[in-house]
Nanobody, 114 residues
């Protein structure tokens, strides 16, 4: 049974930083590409970063240079370090495999105030 538990979201001021964590179970974690997705109010969920099993990472243009995705295969955990946050980063953030599974965790709310 797949479980994805996201944490670390908070209310921060623009320019601030947050580190999100996602603990995964029920997947062969070290063999799969993992991603961080976000969904802002009234918008579709979008992939913002993904990390391949070997450690290579890719980012959507809007977060390049500000967000860093990483993984700890021993802990079945993926992280998203978010720096220089902007109000447009406000969203619920989710982790999932890439391509995503039908199952989604509860997400973690990130709110960036201007």
């Amino acid at each position: 049974q797949v479980q994805l538990v996201e944490s670390g979201g908070d209310l921060v001021q623009a320019g601030g930083s947050l580190r999100l964590s996602c603990a995964a179970s029920g997947v062969i974690f070290n063999l799969v590409t993992m991603g961080w997705y976000r969904q802002a109010p009234g918008k579709q969920r979008e992939l913002v970063a993904r990390i391949f099993s070997g450690g290579r990472s890719l980012y959507v243009d809007s977060v390049k240079g500000r967000f860093t995705i990483s993984r700890d295969n021993a802990k079945n955990t993926v992280y998203l370090q978010m720096n220089s946050l902007k109000p447009e980063d406000t969203a619920v953030y989710y982790c999932n495999r890439f391509p995503s599974l039908d199952y989604w965790g509860q997400g973690t709310q990130v709110t960036v105030s201007s």
